[in-house]
């Protein structure tokens, strides 16, 4: 009688086949992340994957059971979508298909992850499995969305903020005018890098620090309105010290590098959240 390899060889073998079909749509991905801002954040999904799985493997090792039906079934999907892509092919925008590829890829390794190690194993590691998906680029229709609700986020969020001082404001779409001074919030503008960066930071600390499903989504929610705020708060720090102190803080340091500082006063208040939440976690289990 043949005995089966371990699951650990198992998964290997199959995500080597995975690698082996699909290397170009993964390729391309991870070039998109190095060359454009707003993917950027995709380096940092499979690492992180790797390592939350790993972390927890100690633990997961006696439930580990092949399921054969649920990983037959998944990967079956991931063929048919890959299937479909490349049969429609040239009908596709270029965008479109890497999504999709990317997508098929992604599940079949979820499959082998299914088939090898079972459904115990998977669902006590759901989130990162899920967090793969984040290798996922989004297509440009999709991306645009997403920027421009940042641009009218991110305009309405610095309006706010003036108002709220008594500077006299007014805001007209992307549009923001103060006296002596109109800001465009343009598409680069948008922080979509860093939006992205806060997200995917607070996904992962939510997913370690907290129990609980909803205060995990809240502190989601909140990190979002945050990647809104930031900008606006950037917005209005730059237009406030270059009509009030120095007009070259329109265009200098702050202005080109500075989203930085930003982003740590958004992963703050990220911070704060999560502190407040695991304390009352763990006050309700004393």
């Known amino acids: 009688m043949i005995k089966s390899p371990p699951p650990p060889l198992t998964l290997f073998l199959l995500s080597a086949v995975s690698l082996t079909l699909g290397w170009r749509p993964l390729v391309d991905t991870f070039t998109l992340a190095l060359r454009e801002d707003q993917y950027t954040h995709i380096l940092l999904i ?6 939350l799985i790993l972390s927890e493997w100690q633990s997961l090792r006696p439930m580990v059971a092949r399921n054969f039906r649920a990983g037959f079934t ?75 609700l940042l641009q009218q986020g991110s305009a309405f969020a610095a309006y706010a903020l003036f108002v709220a001082v008594g500077v006299p404001a007014a805001q007209d779409g992307v549009l923001v005018t103060i006296p002596g ?25 939510a997913h370690l620090l907290l129990r609980s499903p909803w205060r ?25 010290l270059g009509t009030r102190v120095d007009p070259a803080f329109l265009t ?15 992963l703050s208040g990220v911070f704060v959240l999560l502190g407040i939440f695991r304390k009352g976690e763990n006050t309700s289990l004393a």
């Open 46 to 51: 499979l690492p992180i994957s790797v390592a």
């Open 74 to 148: 998944l990967l079956a999907i991931a063929v048919l979508l890959a299937g479909v892509v490349k049969w429609r092919s040239a009908s596709l925008p270029s965008d479109v298909r890497l999504s999709i590829e990317m997508f098929a890829l992604v599940l079949s390794w979820i499959a082998a992850f299914v088939l090898c190690f079972g459904s115990r194993v998977s669902r006590s590691v759901l989130f990162p499995l899920c967090f793969l998906f984040g290798l996922v680029p989004f297509p440009q229709v999709v991306l645009n969305e997403i920027v421009y």
């Open 181 to 205: 001074l109109t800001v465009e919030v343009a598409q680069e503008c948008s922080s979509i890098r860093s939006s992205s960066m806060l997200l995917v930071t607070t996904m992962v600390l």
């Open 252 to 266: 200098g340091r702050l202005h080109r590098q500075g989203g930085i500082v930003f982003f740590m006063i958004a």
């Open 216 to 240: 995990k989504l809240l502190v989601i929610v909140f990190a979002v309105f945050l990647s809104v705020a930031k900008n606006g708060l950037r917005i209005f720090t730059i237009a406030m």
